[in-house]
Nanobody
Framework: QVQLVASGGGLVQPAGSLRLSCATP????????MAWYRQAPGKQRELVAT???????NYADSVKGRFTISRDNAKNTVSLQMNTLQLEDTAVYYC?????????WGQGTQVTVSS
């Protein structure tokens, strides 16, 4: 069974930073793409950032210039560096790995931006 384990969430003040990480223990193959999604209360889950294969990245307009997605292909991990956090970034963040068209999800980690 493929597992994705997210970590790094927490409470941060506006303009602060957090780094999320997602590990894939026991998964020996490489995901074709990895991504971070988020879901705020009362809203649908939305795509935050993706990274494909050799490092092609894509970001939601709302996080461009503030968030950076990266992956370690050797370790099959993905990270999300979040800077200049805003109140509206508050959400549960989920890591995602896609392998041959199948999506695998982590359990989610809460990010709360509050003064």
């Amino acid at each position: 069974q493929v597992q994705l384990v997210a970590s790094g969430g927490g409470l941060v003040q506006p303009a602060g930073s957090l780094r999320l990480s997602c590990a894939t223990p026991g998964f020996i193959f490489g995901f074709h793409s990895m991504a971070w999604y988020r879901q705020a209360p009362g809203k649908q889950r939305e795509l935050v950032a993706t990274i494909i294969g050799g490092g092609i990245t894509n970001y939601a307009d709302s996080v461009k210039g503030r968030f950076t997605i990266s992956r370690d292909n050797a370790k099959n991990t993905v990270s999300l560096q979040m800077n200049t956090l805003q109140l509206e970034d508050t959400a549960v963040y989920y890591c995602n790995g896609r392998w041959y068209g199948t999506d695998y999800w982590g359990q989610g980690t809460q990010v709360t931006v509050s003064s």
